[in-house]
């Protein structure tokens, strides 16, 4: 079976802070992911990876980077936190374009106070 | 530009019957719509994926078809549980881009 780790299931910071959200995946894919997940909105991309230090921005990107030094590792950075990135932030991964699927970690629940 | 649209109203059914979500899809045929389940706090599951040149898809109590015509998938849980209350998600991805469009989702309660 596929398994995503996220290294916190909840996480509280303060406005300004710099915020580091890991994602750890064991089946060898090439793309990952990172979302957020909102009420009423769905989720939205904010980065995807498809390779090593290989990175593509999404549909939200404006105050996040991220980081993919390892194939199994996808980091997500929030440079200076604010309370409008309150949210569920879900990782991803997907076996090589084709299969179509994708595989969720638990996901993150941040709230920045 | 492609949206999924899921009925935002939650659907409740009787245990045993059969329960049928939808999606409908704007502009293009996507090459994969995949259906998610997803629990309070967590992250979605995959369930299933059909392709678009697929009529139907099965899988244990669940089915998956693809209307091109209608722009529509529908999923269907038979004979179901309360265990199978959630929240589905619809998704869609096309061939050549690593972009998915997701469903707000449609929550479902299964009443014992």
């Known amino acids: 079976d596929v398994k995503v780790t996220q290294s916190s299931r909840y996480l509280v910071k303060r406005t300004g802070e710099k915020v580091f959200l890991e994602c750890v995946q064991d089946?060898?894919?090439?793309?990952m992911f990172w979302y957020r997940q909102d009420p009423g909105l769905g989720l939205r991309l904010i980065y995807f990876?498809?390779?090593?230090?290989?990175?593509e921005k999404g549909d939200i990107p404006e105050g996040y980077s991220v980081s993919r030094e390892k194939k199994e590792r996808f980091s997500l950075i929030l440079e200076s936190a604010s309370t409008n990135q309150t949210s569920m932030y879900l990782c991803?991964?997907?076996?090589?374009?084709?299969?179509?699927?994708?595989?969720f970690g638990p996901g993150t629940r941040l709230t920045v106070t | 530009s492609q949206k999924i649209e899921q009925n935002s109203e939650a659907l409740n059914i009787q245990e045993g019957k059969t329960a049928t979500l939808t999606c409908n899809y704007t502009?293009?045929?996507?090459?994969?719509l995949q259906w998610y389940r997803q629990d309070p706090g967590r992250g979605p599951v995959f369930l299933l994926l059909?392709?678009?040149?697929?009529k139907e898809k099965r899988k244990e109590r669940l089915k998956v078809t693809f209307d091109t015509t209608l722009k529509q998938s529908l999923f269907h849980i038979t004979a179901s549980q309360p265990a199978d209350s959630a929240t589905y998600l619809c998704?869609?991805?096309?061939?050549?881009?690593?972009?998915?469009?997701f469903g707000t989702g449609t929550r479902l309660k299964v009443l014992a």
């Open positions: 059909i392709r678009e040149n697929e």
């Open positions: 089946m060898d894919h090439e793309n």
């Open positions: 502009n293009y045929s996507p090459a994969y």
């Open positions: 998704a869609q991805s096309a061939s050549g881009t690593y972009k998915y469009i």
């Open positions: 991803a991964s997907s076996p090589p374009e084709g299969s179509g699927e994708q595989y």
């Open positions: 990876s498809y390779d090593v230090k290989m990175k």
